[in-house]
C-alpha cells in the first residue's frame, strides 16, 4: 500500500543540512553537558513539597516525648483541642482499633509498630500525639497545652547489654534481638592453625549519624471521603516500598493510595522511613472530615527521630595472615543496634554482605551477626546503608594488621587486593564482583597525593614531635539491589530481583517526552536519562524533555521504583534505554510506510523543521511532528497491521537475578560495584588535639561516565559526607537517653569551611551489566571515613593508640592520648615504687 507524503514530509534532499549519524556526534553520553535541572532550581522555580498550597489545608505539629522510655499514663489533649483554630488533636489509642500494626520484615517479629506511641514510648522525640490546626502556629501553640503524663523508665542503650535481655524494650515481643545470622563460608579452622600470624583485635565501633539534607520531611495527605482515596504529596524516595506499608497498616487497598513526588532537597536514604508520618497525616485527615493537611519537620525533630545510620560494634575479632601478609581468615562478631523499632531493620543485617570481602581476596570467614533494639531513634538507609560500617571494619582490620606485622599499609592493601585479571569475581558468599582495578587505583591516588615526598614529609615531621599520618581507604559502592537477600533474613519475604520502568513517547505535538519512576535530590536524573535518549534517536538532549518523580497514577514505576541504592545509572537508565528503543523501532517502521522505502533505509537526524526521519535513497524526509500527527490524528491512513504503532512506549528493565540460597545465606545480592580509593594525610596538634587534614585525593571508579561533572559533584558530595562523619558529625546521647546534638549548635555538619581542596582522578572499568557500561556510584561516603581513621591510625600507631572508633573528634583524640599517657605514667610510678 502506498501513502501519500504530506505537506510537513519533504520529498526534496537536503543533505547540506541534514545531520546524519555520520556527522553527527558519536555519542551524547560521557559529554560534561549542564544539568537540565539546573535552569529550574538554580533560578528558584523548584517545585518542593513544603511549595504546596491546597484549598482549606490544616497544619500538623507532634507532642513527642521528652523521655527515652517511660509508660504513658494518661493524655489530655481538652486544652489544646480547646483552643481557637484547632481541628483536632489525635492519640495513639485512637490509631490502634483504625489499622495494623506496620509490617514486620523480620521473621515471626511481634514488635508492635505504631506511628504513635500507644502505652509505652521507647525513645526521646517519639510522637506520642498529633495535634491539626488552621495554621502552623496555632499547631504549635496546641501541642503546648497537650498535657501527657509519664511514669519513667530506665533506659537500655547498649546494644550489647541489650542482647542480655535483662530488660525487655517490647514486652509483646519477649526478647531485645531482631535478628542473628551465622555467616561462614570455608574452611576458617584450617587456616588459623597453618598461619604465620594471628591478630586479635577486641572491639571496634562504628558510630550513629545521620546525613542531614537541606530539606527535612514534608507530608501532605487527604483521605478523600467521596472516594475513600488517600492523596499524598510527600518527598519520600523509595515510595514503592512506603505505599506497601502504607496499605497494609491503614487497611487501604494499594490502589486506592496515590503518591506523587516533586522536586527533592537531599534524602541520602534517611527519607525513606517517613511512612509513620505519613499514616498519622492520612489518619489526622480521616479524622478532620478529609481536610488536607500538611506536615513539615523542623530540623530538632529530623535529628532526634527521623532517622539515623546503623551504629555497630565489632568484637572479638581474629584474623589468620600467613607470612606474606596475606590475609587467609576472618572471624567476628558483629552487633547491629537499629534503634527503637525495625523499620527498615533487620535488612541491615544482610545488606553489609554485598560487600563481604570488601576488595581483598580472603576466602574463609565467619560473622557471627545479631541485631538489637534501644532506647534510640530508630535507624534507616543512610547513604552507604549497612555497607559503610562493614567496609570501615575491614579497612581497620588491614591496617591494624599492616602495623603489628611491619608491612606498609600501601604494600598491605597491594597484597590481599583483588586481582584486575580476577574479574569477574565471585565473592565467598555469592557475590559477582562486575569489573575493576583497585592496584591502578591506588597507584593513581598515590600520584595524585604525591606519596613518595609526603613520606619523607612525615620522616622529618616526626623528628620534630609532630603527628602526622597518612592514611587510605579502599570501598565499594554495591549498586542495583537483589531485594531477593530479604529471604536471607526472612524466609517467607515474598521479594527477590529488581526492576525498573521508564516510558519514552512522541506526543502529539512531535516533542520527545520520557517519565521515569525515580525521586532525584539533586543526581541529575533528567540530564543523563535526556543524554541516553538522544544518543538512540541522534537529536541533541535539549530536544527532549524528562519528567521524573513518582507518581503512582501517571509515571511508569515498579515495585521497586524510587532513588536508592546507586541504581539509576544501571536499572532506571537501562529502562530508559529500553523504551528509546521501543520508540526508535515503532518511528523507524512508520517512517519506512510513509516514505516508501524499506527500515534499514531510513537514517535518524536534525533537518530544517527539527528533528528527522530520511530515506537515504530517495532524500524524503518526514519530521517528528509529522509522525505523530499520523498516529494521533490521522490513523484512518494506517493499514490495520500498523494500527499497533502508538509511538508511547513502555519498558520494564528487569535484573538478572536469581533467589539466594537463603540456608546458605548464598548468591548474588548486587548487580554492579563501583570502587573509591581515598588518600588522606593528616596532623592531629599536640596542644588542641584537632585534627587538620593537610592533603586528600578521591579516585573513583564508576564504568562508563555517563556525564562527568554529575559524577566529579557526586564525589565532592561523598566526600564532604565522609569527611564530616568521620570528624565532626555523632549522634550523641547521655546516661538517660536524652539526645545531647539535636541541633546544628551542637551536631555540626560540614560545610566549606571545613573542607579541604580534593584532588580528584577516575579510572572506568566498565560493567558488562548495563547498557553503557556504567555503574551506580551515588553512595561513595564511606570513603573518608575509613581514610581519616586510616590516616589518625599512622599518626598515633607509634604512641600505642589504635584507631577503634569511627569517629575521632579533638576530644576523642583528647581522650585517647591523654588516658593512654596517664596509664603509662601510673606504670611507671607503680615500676619505681616497686624498685624502691
Known amino acids: 500500500m502506498s501513502y501519500r507524503v504530506p505537506s510537513q514530509a519533504s520529498p526534496h534532499r537536503k543533505e547540506e543540512i541534514f545531520v546524519s549519524p555520520e556527522s553527527a556526534e558519536k555519542s551524547w553520553v560521557g559529554k560534561a553537558l549542564p544539568r537540565k535541572e539546573e535552569n ?32 504513658i499514663i494518661n493524655i489530655d489533649t481538652s486544652a489544646a483541642e480547646a483552643l481557637a483554630g484547632v481541628v483536632c488533636a489525635l492519640t495513639g489509642k485512637e490509631i490502634v482499633p483504625q489499622t495494623q500494626p506496620f509490617i514486620e520484615i523480620g521473621p515471626d517479629s511481634k514488635v508492635r509498630d505504631y506511628p504513635l506511641a500507644v502505652s509505652k514510648v521507647r525513645y526521646q522525640g517519639e510522637p506520642v500525639v498529633a495535634v491539626v490546626a488552621e495554621s502552623a502556629s496555632i499547631a504549635d501553640d496546641a501541642a503546648e497545652l497537650v498535657q ?44 588459623f592453625q597453618d598461619a604465620a600470624s594471628v591478630v586479635h583485635i577486641d572491639r571496634l565501633h562504628f558510630h550513629r549519624f545521620s546525613s542531614t539534607p537541606l530539606e527535612n520531611n514534608v507530608v501532605i495527605g487527604e483521605w478523600n471521603h467521596k472516594d475513600d482515596h488517600i492523596y499524598y504529596s510527600c518527598n519520600n524516595s523509595f515510595p514503592s516500598f512506603a505505599i506497601q506499608f502504607l496499605s497494609a497498616h491503614l487497611n487501604v487497598h494499594i490502589d486506592r493510595i496515590r503518591v506523587q513526588t516533586s522536586d527533592i532537597g537531599g534524602s541520602f536514604g534517611i527519607k525513606i522511613t517517613n511512612y509513620p508520618q505519613m499514616a498519622v497525616v492520612a489518619l489526622a485527615s480521616k479524622k478532620a472530615g478529609g481536610r488536607p493537611i500538611k506536615w513539615v519537620e523542623t530540623r530538632s525533630e529530623h535529628m532526634t527521630s527521623s532517622a539515623h545510620g546503623n551504629e555497630r560494634t565489632f568484637r572479638d575479632t581474629s584474623v589468620a595472615l600467613d607470612k606474606n601478609g596475606v590475609i587467609t581468615a576472618i572471624t567476628s562478631r558483629h552487633i547491629d543496634d537499629c534503634g527503637a523499632y525495625p523499620r527498615y531493620e533487620p535488612l541491615g543485617c544482610v545488606i553489609w554482605s554485598q560487600v563481604f570481602p570488601g576488595v581483598y581476596r580472603f576466602k574463609n570467614a565467619r560473622i557471627d551477626f545479631s541485631q538489637t533494639v534501644t532506647n534510640k531513634c530508630p535507624v534507616g538507609p543512610n547513604r552507604g546503608y549497612s555497607r559503610m560500617q562493614h567496609l570501615w571494619f575491614l579497612e581497620r582490620v588491614i591496617d591494624i594488621c599492616a602495623h603489628e606485622l611491619g608491612i606498609p599499609a600501601d604494600e598491605m592493601r597491594l597484597r590481599n587486593y583483588i586481582r584486575p585479571e580476577e574479574f569477574p569475581y565471585t565473592t565467598p558468599n555469592g557475590c559477582v564482583y562486575d569489573s575493576g582495578n583497585y592496584p591502578r587505583m591506588l597507584d593513581l591516588g598515590k600520584q595524585l597525593i604525591g606519596w613518595d615526598e609526603w613520606k619523607k614529609k612525615q620522616t622529618e615531621a616526626r623528628k620534630q ?79 527532549i524533555t524528562v519528567r521524573t518523580g513518582f507518581d503512582t497514577e501517571r509515571n511508569v514505576h515498579t515495585g521497586f521504583s524510587g532513588t536508592y541504592a546507586s541504581q539509576f545509572a544501571v536499572s532506571g537508565l537501562s529502562a530508559v534505554h529500553g523504551a528509546a528503543q521501543r520508540l526508535k523501532a515503532e518511528m523507524k517502521r512508520l517512517a519506512a510506510f510513509v516514505l516508501e522505502t524499506k527500515e534499514d533505509d531510513i537514517q535518524f537526524g536534525l533537518g530544517t523543521q527539527g528533528p528527522e526521519l530520511r530515506a537515504k535513497s530517495t532524500g524524503k524526509s518526514i519530521n517528528y511532528w509529522g509522525l505523530a500527527n499520523i498516529v494521533n490524528v490521522n490513523s484512518a491512513v494506517l493499514p490495520p497491521e500498523m494500527h499497533e504503532i502508538t509511538l508511547n512506549c513502555r519498558y520494564i528493565w528487569r535484573a538478572p537475578f536469581k533467589v539466594p540460597d537463603k540456608k546458605r545465606k548464598y548468591g548474588n545480592l548486587t548487580l554492579t560495584y563501583a570502587s573509591q580509593l581515598h588518600i588522606a594525610v593528616v596532623e592531629v596538634d599536640r596542644e588542641t588535639f584537632i585534627p587538620t587534614i593537610l592533603d586528600y585525593v578521591a579516585v573513583d571508579d564508576c564504568g562508563t561516565v555517563i556525564n562527568p561533572p554529575i559524577v566529579e559533584g557526586q564525589v565532592y558530595g561523598a566526600t564532604a559526607h565522609g569527611i564530616g562523619a568521620a570528624l565532626l558529625e555523632n549522634c550523641v546521647y547521655d546516661a538517660v537517653g536524652n539526645m545531647l546534638t539535636s541541633t546544628f549548635s551542637d551536631y555540626t555538619p560540614i560545610t566549606a569551611m571545613n573542607m579541604p581542596t580534593i584532588k580528584y582522578g577516575h579510572i572506568q572499568t566498565p560493567s558488562p551489566h ?36 569511627s569517629f575521632n573528634n579533638a576530644d576523642s583524640l583528647f581522650r585517647a592520648l591523654v588516658v593512654k599517657e596517664i596509664c603509662q605514667a601510673e606504670k611507671l610510678v607503680m615500676l619505681e615504687r616497686r624498685a624502691s
Not at 471 to 483: K, M, P, Q, R, V
Open 40 to 71: 529550574r532550581l538554580l533560578r528558584g522555580r523548584g517545585k518542593f513539597a513544603d511549595d504546596i498550597k491546597l484549598r482549606d489545608m490544616a497544619y500538623l505539629r507532634f507532642v513527642r516525648s521528652p523521655y527515652a522510655h517511660a509508660r
Open 148 to 191: 501527657v503524663e509519664y511514669e519513667s523508665l530506665e533506659p537500655l542503650l547498649d546494644a550489647e547489654h541489650a542482647l542480655e535481655d535483662k530488660s525487655i524494650l517490647h514486652e509483646e515481643a519477649g526478647t531485645n534481638k531482631i535478628w542473628n545470622g551465622i555467616f561462614e563460608y570455608g574452611d576458617v579452622e584450617k587456616p
Open 465 to 543: 614531635g609532630r603527628l602526622i599520618g597518612i592514611g587510605i581507604g579502599t570501598t565499594l559502592d554495591s549498586g542495583t539491589n537483589n531485594f531477593g537477600q530479604s529471604q536471607i533474613v526472612n524466609p517467607d519475604a515474598p521479594f527477590s530481583g529488581n526492576s525498573q520502568g521508564a516510558n519514552c513517547k512522541l506526543d502529539i505535538y512531535g516533542e520527545v517526552v520520557v517519565a521515569v519512576g525515580s525521586c532525584p535530590q539533586g543526581q541529575g536524573h533528567e540530564t543523563t536519562a535526556a543524554q541516553v535518549v538522544a544518543d538512540v534517536l541522534n537529536i541533541p538532549p535539549d530536544l
Open 770 to 805: 548495563s547498557y553503557s557500561g556504567a555503574k551506580g556510584m551515588g553512595e561513595g561516603g564511606a570513603a573518608p571515613i575509613h581514610t581519616i581513621s586510616a590516616a589518625l591510625q599512622d599518626a598515633l600507631f607509634s604512641n600505642g593508640i589504635i584507631i577503634e572508633d
